[in-house]
């Protein structure tokens, strides 16, 4: 994503805006290449019994409404997503607002003035690698710093794989 982002710019500094739709209808092709020629299909269970695409979606919504825990996690992941695409929408008219007030000499700007959308998409996946990489060295000392207890006390913490014991927030 990093580095689709500065692709992005490249191609939209020597094509003009669609420079990077260009660019995707290209890498498009290229994956319907390796598609066509190197799938192998992964059919699943070796049941005589085919199931027509209908059957596949009533399966598929059967256990979506008998699993509570499905349901839930479905429920977040579409919240989730829902919020970061309300964001994608939102986010290039918002900056193109505030460029219009920004010196020319502004970091983020191509050479027309406008935002260097690419190079700021860039931006944001490479903050979310840092956060990532900092969360659990942060959890870490979060939980060491209000750790307050005496010896031999035994505190509710939370074992978190490949992180160790930290205090539930």
Same mark, same amino acid.
């Given at each position: ?51 027509s ?29 829902? @919020?970061?695409?309300? +964001?994608?929408? #939102?986010? /290039? %008219?918002?900056? $193109? ?6 010196? *020319? ?11 260097a959308?690419?190079l700021?998409?860039g931006?944001?996946? @490479?903050c979310g690698? +840092?956060?990532? #990489?900092? /969360? %659990?060295?942060? $959890?870490?000392?979060?939980t060491?710093?209000? *750790? ?19 205090r539930?927030?």
């Open positions: 994503a990093i580095g689709s982002g500065y692709i992005a710019h490249y191609l939209a500094s020597k094509f003009g805006p669609v420079g990077p739709f260009e660019g995707a209808v290209v890498c498009t092709g290229f994956a319907l290449l390796l598609v066509a020629f190197m799938w192998e299909e992964n059919y699943g269970s070796c049941s005589s019994k085919t199931l695409f209908r059957g596949h979606m009533i399966g598929a919504f059967n256990t979506i409404v008998s699993d509570v825990k499905i349901s839930r996690i479905g429920l977040i992941q579409g919240l989730t997503e829902g @919020t970061l695409q309300t +964001f994608v929408f #939102l986010w /290039s %008219p918002a900056l $193109r607002n505030f460029s219009i007030n920004a010196p *020319s000499n502004s970091i983020g700007l191509d050479d027309f003035g406008e935002p959308y690419g700021i998409f931006a944001f996946m @490479t690698v +840092f956060g990532g #990489l900092v /969360s %659990p060295l942060f $959890r870490k000392s979060v060491w710093l209000t *750790s307050h207890h005496k010896k031999g006390e035994k505190e509710d913490l939370v074992e978190i794989e490949f992180e160790g014991e930290v539930p927030a």
